[in-house]
T-cell receptor
């Protein structure tokens, strides 16, 4: 079974600064995907960024980037130039690869507050 | 693309009552998922449909829970004889295939008193 651990229950950052959210996972799989999802106060979960385990290059999406360390089973999210709208719960998630992949395993989340 | 729609947004019920939630996935998404999120936790997988077929049920889904997806379109999740431990946010998600990211709805918050 896979486990996902987010060791930071809460974090805060000043607007325009950079913040890094941590995530570690445990799996015996070699083919898998990792995700960061954002859940704003309105509750709808939104995909922030996705990383395929077979890709060595770290994924980036505008101000969001990841540091994927496969050997260390670490998958951190860096948010640059933080904005007030980034305030949300952030969840790290794991999904097995292969033809029948479908099930996400989530961490407990990190509540990020961006302060003006 | 109107997104994944869930109804109702909130449901308060007394212990022992039955409740039913509805999820309308994004059109042409053949995969539909139900997750449960309790306070302070990440979402936990409950069950998964590919079209009308229910392909997996988590052991979290006791006999009191049943999900259907007739005709492979909308889905319903019914909880019979609700217990206080059923209080949670129930999230529905859909995707067009097994490689695409999940699109989540706003969820239904259930409170059992």
């Amino acid at each position: 079974a896979q486990t996902v651990t987010q060791s930071q229950p809460e974090m805060s950052v000043q607007e325009a600064e950079t913040v890094t959210l941590s995530c570690t996972y445990d799996t015996s799989e070699n083919n898998y995907y990792l995700f960061w999802y954002k859940q704003p106060p309105s509750r709808q979960m939104i995909l922030v960024i996705r990383q395929e385990a077979y890709k060595q290059q770290n994924a980036t999406e505008n101000r969001f980037s990841v540091n994927f360390q496969k050997a260390a089973k670490s998958f951190s999210l860096k948010i640059s130039d933080s904005q007030l709208g980034d305030t949300a719960m952030y969840f790290c998630a794991f999904m097995k690869g292969g033809g029948s992949n479908y099930k996400l395993t989530f961490g407990k989340g990190t509540l990020l507050t961006v302060n003006p | 693309d109107t997104g994944v729609s869930q109804n109702p947004r909130h449901k308060i019920t007394k212990r022992g009552q039955n409740v039913t939630f509805r999820c309308d996935p994004i059109s042409e998404h053949n995969r539909l998922y139900w997750y449960r999120q309790t306070l302070g936790q990440g979402p936990e997988f409950l069950t998964y449909f590919q079209n009308e077929a229910q392909l997996e049920k988590s052991r979290l889904l006791s006999d009191r829970f049943s999900a259907e997806r007739p005709k492979g379109s909308f889905s319903t999740l019914e909880i019979q004889r609700t217990e206080q431990g059923d209080s949670a946010m129930y999230l529905c998600a859909s995707s067009p295939d097994g490689l695409s990211p999940l699109h989540f709805g706003n969820g239904t918050r259930l409170t059992v008193t």
